[in-house]
T-cell receptor, first 123, second 114 residues
Framework: DTEVTQTPKHLVMGMTNKKSLKCEQH?????MYWYKQKAKKPPELMFV?????LSINESVPSRFSPECPNSSLLNLHLHALQPEDSALYLC??????WGGGVLEQGRSNTEAFFGQGTRLTVV | DQQVKQNSPSLSVQEGRISILNCDYT??????FLWYKKYPAEGPTFLIS?????DKNEDGRFTVFLNKSAKHLSLHIVPSQPGDSAVYFC?????????????FGTGTRLKVLA
């Protein structure tokens, strides 16, 4: 099973709404990611969780709030978004992450697997 | 500052011929490289990867070559098929003592003509 499941597939929200994007994987991966992709641009990293702890925040505005309730789930809470935040939001997971300061040994299977994305439109 | 670049935004190839997609990077700390295929409004699909300890990796019709001194990698698809038509992204990651993160190139749209 190499599946990362994202819900919803499409979301339209107003600028005053609060909504959440959800991501789930059951591959035992301990690193999970949120990427944002605008049309004709590459995916841009937003957040990385490693062992359920936020390890990278790429200077993302606070109107985006990530949450990792457990090793299989990753949420992205949205509040007071702007129309320019409309994009495809991609979740990914991979085997490796940071565990208490110990660098994991071995680099096989370090590819990230992506979900199908949530197409977000802010009106 | 784009650390991973794909200088050809598009490429057209005849069915059955070889497709060569190129990728350049600037960060010498990158030590793991991946190629992804992407259809519109879908997530990227992993194709093939290569570690910096190798200079070539093959998987079926896909071969990735890495030239560390030139900071360049390429994806060869042979023979090309119409179903290969998609946007291809290369991605790179580094291994600091910590979490990996994947930086994507700008993408190349491949069109395989029947």
């Amino acid at each position: 099973d190499t599946e990362v499941t994202q819900t919803p597939k499409h979301l339209v929200m107003g600028m005053t709404n609060k909504k959440s994007l959800k991501c789930e994987q059951h591959m035992g991966h301990r690193a999970m990611y949120w990427y944002k992709q605008k049309a004709k641009k590459p995916p841009e990293l937003m957040f990385v969780y490693s062992y359920e702890k936020l390890s990278i925040n790429e200077s993302v505005p606070s109107r985006f709030s990530p949450e990792c309730p457990n090793s299989s789930l990753l949420n992205l809470h949205l509040h007071a978004l702007q129309p320019e935040d409309s994009a495809l939001y991609l979740c990914a997971s991979s085997h490796h992450g940071w565990g208490g300061g110990v660098l994991e040994q071995g680099r096989s299977n370090t590819e990230a697997f992506f979900g199908q994305g949530t197409r977000l439109t802010v009106v | 500052d784009q650390q991973v670049k794909q200088n050809s935004p598009s490429l057209s190839v005849q069915e059955g011929r070889i497709s060569i997609l190129n990728c350049d990077y600037t960060n010498s700390m990158f030590d793991y490289f991946l190629w992804y295929k992407k259809y519109p409004a879908e997530g990227p699909t992993f194709l093939i990867s290569i570690s910096s300890i190798k200079d070539k990796n093959e998987d079926g019709r896909f071969t990735v070559f890495l030239n560390k001194s030139a900071k360049h990698l390429s994806l060869h698809i042979v023979p090309s098929q119409p179903g290969d038509s998609a946007v291809y992204f290369c991605a790179a990651s580094a291994t600091p003592p910590g979490t990996y993160k994947y930086i994507f190139g700008t993408g190349t749209r491949l069109k395989v003509l029947a």
